[in-house]
């Protein structure tokens, strides 16, 4: 398999995943900082301009809770998709909250001028999405809880990409303070810090581990 990401992007969960499964596979840079994922190399490989893209022989997979999926059922021996079907659910649910509105929170305030024209309303889309996205965060921080892991005793995919919003959180773009403002998250990364596979995805990645 290869991983199409960019350092620090929501690719990087698909990147702890396939460390997690111990398997070998490749890795391909994309540079957002330069626009890459608008190249016609890549558009190629993803029309939709975006990563994570992942290639297994000549078949193309994108967008992260799929990708997440996928992997975790080529390796069944990892454990990292529930197969009981609320666990599932759940598993799913979790997906699906951070690709389709916690991913989006943090896109308004990022990318505020694709959500509106007039520099006035770019900087108000803006401003009020970075207080959803606090909103949104405190909800996450809420629902993980003393985990340990967002499903709860078990480790799962979920896991990994709730790594990519809490570095998010932290950074430049939002600013939170993730250690007092959403302790349960914190709490929550510092654990994913402690395992090899994480290490190893953000070694590779130039990352700077929770601690
Ligand atoms: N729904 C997609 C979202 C992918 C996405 O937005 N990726 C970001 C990095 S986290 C990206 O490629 N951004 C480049 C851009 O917005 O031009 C998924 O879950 O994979």
């Not at 007039?118 to 207080?131: H, L, W, Y």
């Not at 990994?160 to 250690?179: A, E, H, K, S």
């Not at 709490?187 to 995805?201: D, K, N, S, T, W």
């Given at each position: 398999?290869?991983?199409?990401?960019?350092?620090?992007?929501?690719?990087?969960?698909?990147?702890?995943?396939?460390?997690?499964t111990?398997?070998?596979?490749?890795?391909s840079?994309?540079?957002?900082?330069a626009?890459?994922?608008?190249?016609?190399?890549?558009?190629r490989i993803n029309p939709?301009?975006?990563?994570?893209?992942?290639?297994?022989?000549?078949?193309?997979?994108?967008?992260?809770?799929?990708?997440?999926?996928?992997?975790?059922?080529?390796?069944?021996?990892?454990?990292?998709?529930?197969?009981?079907?609320?666990?599932?659910?759940?598993?799913?649910?979790w997906?699906?909250?951070?690709?389709?509105?916690?991913?989006?929170a943090?896109?308004?305030v990022?990318?505020?001028?694709?959500?509106a024209?007039?520099?006035?309303?770019?900087?108000?889309?803006?401003t009020?999405?970075?207080?959803?996205?606090?909103?949104?965060?405190?909800?996450?921080?809420?629902?993980?809880?003393?985990?340990?892991?967002?499903?709860?005793?078990?480790?799962?995919?979920?896991?990994p990409?709730?790594?990519?919003?809490?570095?998010?959180?932290?950074?430049?773009?939002?600013?939170?303070?993730?250690?007092?403002?959403?302790?349960?998250?914190?709490a929550?990364?510092?654990?994913?810090?402690a395992?090899?596979?994480?290490q190893?995805?953000?070694?590779?990645?130039?990352?700077?581990?929770p601690?």
């Amino acid at each position: 398999m290869k991983l199409y990401y960019s350092p620090g992007a929501c690719s990087l969960a698909p990147h702890i995943v396939l460390e997690e499964t111990g398997d070998r596979f490749d890795l391909s840079r994309v540079d957002i900082a330069a626009n890459q994922q608008n190249s016609p190399e890549y558009l190629r490989i993803n029309p939709k301009a975006r990563v994570p893209a992942l290639i297994d022989g000549d078949w193309v997979l994108t967008e992260a809770p799929a990708i997440l999926r996928y992997i975790a059922a080529r390796h069944p021996a990892a454990g990292l998709w529930p197969w009981d079907p609320q666990e599932e659910a759940r598993c799913a649910e979790w997906l699906n909250w951070l690709s389709s509105t916690i991913q989006p929170a943090f896109v308004h305030v990022r990318r505020a001028a694709r959500y509106a024209s007039d520099p006035r309303a770019i900087e108000d889309v803006a401003t009020t999405g970075k207080k959803n996205a606090h909103e949104l965060w405190r909800k996450v921080d809420e629902k993980i809880g003393e985990g340990p892991w967002a499903l709860g005793e078990r480790y799962s995919v979920a896991d990994p990409l709730l790594i990519v919003y809490w570095i998010w959180g932290g950074g430049p773009v939002l600013g939170f303070d993730m250690t007092n403002d959403f302790p349960h998250w914190t709490a929550h990364a510092r654990r994913l810090a402690a395992r090899p596979a994480v290490q190893r995805a953000f070694a590779s990645e130039g990352l700077t581990l929770p601690s």
